[in-house]
């Protein structure tokens, strides 16, 4: 196995070095110690080891490392030893050579396996002696450290010296350190009595090395990748590695898609441990790796591996005693490492695999049960088997949706699709019609997050409805089709598609059916006369043919209609009610709209607070019902986000943000990565957001809400970041992705991103204005102007969810004011003030930056009091968010205006000079340099010197910027 060097990341094992790192300050102190390290093959025993003498070279420790070879049934004799001696010979030749039997080790030629004259008589103890004192010797000089690895491997000899050497440790300035593989210890092996001899000597410390947790895995996985790696490509090399780190490496180096095969280098390394096993346990471990299980029972074995059981038994001892397999509480067996059963699996031969699989199909028919129908599918597809495969399937899938297991089901029911058209009488064989199976995928790649999927699967089962008469069913799969449809933004269609279904039944008798596509219909049709008339009507024939699922549905349109005319507390009271509905129905994700459209609600009547608690709610019930992933279970989901982001509570934010722990669609991860991009911008921390926004971009054109929310996060980072010119391609490519992809023609997150964008051109224009630069002045302006419009016409054009523009929106309005001012070279602080007023609702990070907005434009008015008050209230709300590059910048704005705030040191040397500031309060009275001059009594050179100085130190491009930067700065009063 390939030792990992230092370039592998070291991750995780904190614990482990501070353990040795003490050990080391014990020997240091001169008390002897040792540490016995412990671990599986390639769990990283030596990159630790690496770690650890890294850390005490650099305490000016002498370090001295040997390590034991795999040679034989014994290694090679005193080989790690003799290995420590010629490193000491290099260093020291005079404590060899004053030691006979140390100068006659490092002489044998190298390679020789006759063991020395002194190794089998009483000449040996004058070794060990010698070993002792030369390392005592180098002891009493500095502190030393001595390590061998891979004792596992150590000759009788090593051992007996070692042992030797750890009884007799006391007053020592030394630390031995030794490794050995604890998964090739079998119960005969020679280290076993070694160990349990010395672990019971006082000095003798163990140190077991597990492999790695799930989320260290993930770490030291993007720490190997570096931050491009896919996020699925990390998760599975990490699950697959099961925490082992060489394993882990193999595999993420074989390969851009890890799930390919099993590496060669990898699956030499397994299989060299198996290969050496007797034909009989052989046979054992092979019949155990295509069981497909985790834990396989002795039973089992039993009935397909084809052996007697003396036969059997002895293989299985000898596999659990080299450590192939492990026996669990039930009496199973498993694999050491899921990787060792791959290998062992990818070994066989062909016609092996079918033959096991099938006897396990046999095995499994014969014990019954619903709950291995999913195991039964699997042995019958690969004993070639596919009616059996396709009936068993079908079952499965059947078992998965009982125990609401979404992504299995999905996978079962996509799998008897597959295999449909290659199996004679398929719909005999499957117990059920392609069009049933179809739709049942549409509807679970939906459920389980996959809602491109969801779209193929609808098409196609409504082309297999109209192979039908049916005239209810057409209409009902045209019905989910635009409900799928809607969930992947393509409201157009969703219209043209339940149009189509209301036409074939407008002329039947009141139906469920018709109850649900009315109610589809009036979710489609614009907030009018006619789309409230298709809701009453949906609620209506929902309550003759007793569908409660859809007048639930019809419910909430009619809520949202309530809403739009301004009708709240009644559109509250039909959520509620929708609700109650929808789980007497067993809708649930009627049920979860309603909760949707009622956070949402909430939220834009500026109730923060109790938004945040529904929408807590809300995800709760969402992952109750197994639908966290569906259509109204991702809404809920980052709209929990958003509140706790508006909220304040930030750390919630980033871990209702987290990526799901399953496979789903690109639209699910882009969605919540971009909401919790916006959340790691407030926070600071810049390279995760900016690796969000880059594997996001891409997926913009999904949704109109991914696009607002990287498009925020984007330009509040290059904001932060000073590159506003980047974050101004970032604003327009954002309103314009925004206007693509929405429903509507102003979607109304556009007046808050293009507020952001007026921001970054007015920083542009100040900056411009400073270098005295008129054209790109007049860019930055001309720019914000343009933004200034578009913000404008989506106020007048857009359509709000309710009668008029909610708190959030009249806020953002008013920034987008003060913004526009402050474009034009205004620092106005009324216009901040009705920023900070307007917010108030509960929003505390946009309350936060407007104070320092605020302060600012006070500071330019020299009203220093309530700029500090301001800068004071503010600091105070960063400080608690965590907003790392707020904080930074109000302690920046304290610092540079001489502003007593607490924390912030205050300048102890004046910028100008006496001299200086009364030339520069002259200026500011308008004075010209010959004026100012009589008034000072110095020459009007002179004077000129002092401004060319001024200008300098205040980084100004001229008198009048000059003043405005003394008076921000705090060195000129109003009044002076």
């Not at 970032?730 to 556009?750: N, T």
């Not at 200034?788 to 857009?798: L, S």
């Not at 001229?958 to 109003?974: D, I, K, M, N």
Request: glycine share 6%; proline share 4%; hydrophobic share 45%.
């Amino acid at each position: 196995m390939t030792r990992p060097g230092t370039d592998v990341p070291f991750v995780a094992r904190q614990a482990e070095l501070a353990r040795l790192q003490a050990a080391l300050e014990r020997a240091e102190a001169g008390s002897a110690a040792a540490v016995v390290v412990s671990g599986d093959a390639g769990v990283g025993k030596s990159r630790l080891l690496a770690e650890f003498i890294a850390h005490a070279r650099s305490r000016r420790a002498r370090v001295l490392l040997g390590r034991c070879l795999g040679i034989g049934d014994e290694g090679l004799a005193y080989l790690p030893v003799k290995e420590i001696i010629e490193q000491v010979q290099a260093e020291r030749d005079d404590v060899v050579a004053t030691r006979a039997p140390l100068a006659a080790l490092v002489r044998r030629p190298d390679g020789a396996s006759a063991a020395p004259a002194w190794d089998a008589d009483l000449g040996q103890l004058q070794l060990f002696d010698s070993v002792l004192g030369a390392l005592s010797e180098l002891a009493d000089e500095s502190c030393l450290v001595v390590a061998v690895e891979d004792l596992h491997w150590s000759d009788a000899s090593t051992r007996d010296l070692l042992s030797f050497l750890l009884s007799r440790l006391h007053t020592q300035r030394l630390l031995i350190v030794a490794t050995y593989r604890a998964d090739d210890l079998h119960r005969r092996h020679p280290l076993r009595p070694f160990l349990a001899e010395i672990v019971r000597l006082p000095v003798v410390e163990r140190l077991d090395l597990p492999a790695f947790g799930p989320d260290d895995a993930v770490r030291f996985v993007q720490a190997l990748a570096g931050p491009d790696a896919p996020d699925d490509i990390v998760a599975e090399v990490a699950g697959r590695s099961e925490g082992n780190a060489f394993y882990a490496e193999e595999l993420f180096a074989a390969s851009s898609d890890p799930r390919a095969g099993l590496p060669t280098a990898l699956a030499d390394v397994l299989m060299a441990r198996v290969e050496s096993l007797s034909p009989a346990a052989q046979k054992v471990v092979g019949a155990v790796s295509v069981s497909g299980r985790q834990h396989v029972l002795h039973s089992a074995l039993r009935a397909v591996a084809d052996m007697d059981d003396d036969e059997l038994d002895a293989g299985l001892r000898e596999a659990v005693h080299h450590h192939i397999l492990v026996t669990d509480a039930d009496d199973a067996y498993t694999f050491r490492h899921a990787l060792l059963r791959e290998a062992v699996y990818a070994d066989l031969l062909p016609g092996q695999r079918v033959r096991l699989h099938a006897a396990y199909a046999e095995r499994i028919r014969a014990v019954g049960g619903d709950d291995l129908a999913a195991w039964l599918a699997y042995h019958c597809l690969h004993s070639n088997d596919l009616p059996g495969a396709l009936a068993a399937s079908v079952r499965a899938a059947a078992e998965a949706m009982r125990v609401g297991a979404l992504s299995a089901e999905l996978r079962h029911v996509e799998q008897a699709l597959e295999l449909w058209q290659g199996v004679d009488d398929a719909e005999a064989r499957a117990g059920v019609d392609e069009f049933t199976l179809t739709r049942t995928a549409a509807y679970v790649a939906a459920a389980a997050g996959h809602p491109e999927r969801a779209l193929a699967y609808a098409q196609a089962a409504v082309s297999l409805a109209d192979s039908q008469d049916d005239l209810l069913a057409r209409a009902d799969m045209r019905r989910q089709l635009t409900e799928v449809l809607t969930a992947n933004s393509r409201d157009d269609e969703a219209d043209r598609v339940i149009a189509e279904a209301w036409s074939l039944i407008e002329d039947t008798e009141p139906s469920t059916t018709r109850a649900w596509v009315l109610a589809l219909r009036a979710r489609t049709t614009p907030l009018d006369e006619q789309g409230r008339s298709f809701a009453e009507q949906a609620a209506a024939e929902a309550r003759v043919a007793g569908a409660a699922g859809a007048e639930a549905d019809a419910l909430i349109t009619l809520a949202y209609h309530d809403v739009h005319t301004g009708a709240v507390e009644q559109a509250r009271a039909l959520l509620e009610q929708a609700r109650a509905r929808a789980v007497h129905a067993e809708a649930p994700n009627t049920e979860l709209r309603a909760l949707f459209n009622l956070v949402v609600m909430l939220y834009e009547q500026g109730l923060i607070d109790r938004a945040t608690q529904v929408a807590d709610n809300s995800a709760a019930r969402a992952s109750e019902l197994g639908l966290t992933w569906s259509p109204y279970g991702l809404h809920l989901r980052w709209m929990q986000v958003m509140m706790h982001y508006a909220h304040g509570s930030w750390a919630d934010a980033i871990a209702a943000s987290s990526p799901p722990g399953e496979p789903v669609s690109d639209t699910v991860t882009a969605l919540l990565a971009a909401a919790g991009a916006i959340v790691k911008v407030g926070l600071g921390r810049f390279d995760e957001a900016e690796r969000e926004l880059a594997k996001v971009y891409p997926e913009w054109h999904r949704d109109s809400q991914i696009a607002q929310l990287a498009g925020i996060a984007g330009a509040e980072m290059a904001g932060w970041q000073g590159q506003a010119e980047a974050a101004s391609t970032m604003v327009d490519e954002a309103l314009a992705s925004m206007r693509k992809s929405s429903s509507m023609d102003w979607p109304l997150g556009g007046i808050r991103v293009a507020t952001l964008g007026i921001a970054l051109q007015a920083d542009l224009a100040s900056q411009a204005l400073s270098r005295g630069d008129t054209v790109a002045h007049a860019a930055a302006v001309a720019h914000g102007e343009r933004l200034i419009e578009f913000a404008e016409q989506t106020h007048r054009r857009g359509v709000p969810r309710a009668d008029k523009l909610g708190p959030e929106g009249q806020a953002w309005l008013a920034r987008m004011h003060a913004e526009s001012a402050r474009l034009h070279g205004v620092d106005d602080p009324a216009a901040w003030s009705e920023v900070v007023e307007a917010f108030g609702y509960g929003e505390v990070y946009p309350i936060a930056l407007a104070r320092w907005r605020l302060a600012e434009a006070l500071v330019s008015r020299g009203e220093r009091d309530a700029a500090t008050a301001e800068v004071v209230a503010a600091l105070r709300i960063a400080d608690e968010l965590g907003a790392r590059p707020l904080a930074a910048a109000l302690r920046e704005l304290a610092r540079r205006a001489r502003l007593s705030v607490p924390g912030v040191p205050a300048p102890t040397v004046d910028l100008l000079t006496p001299r200086e500031r009364a030339v520069l309060e002259l200026v500011a009275q308008g004075h010209t340099n010959r004026k100012a001059g009589e008034q000072l009594y110095i020459s009007e050179k002179t004077v000129s010197v002092h401004i060319s100085r001024i200008l300098a130190k205040l980084g100004a491009g001229s008198r009048t910027e000059a003043v405005a930067l003394a008076y921000q700065r705090g060195l000129l009063h109003e009044g002076e």
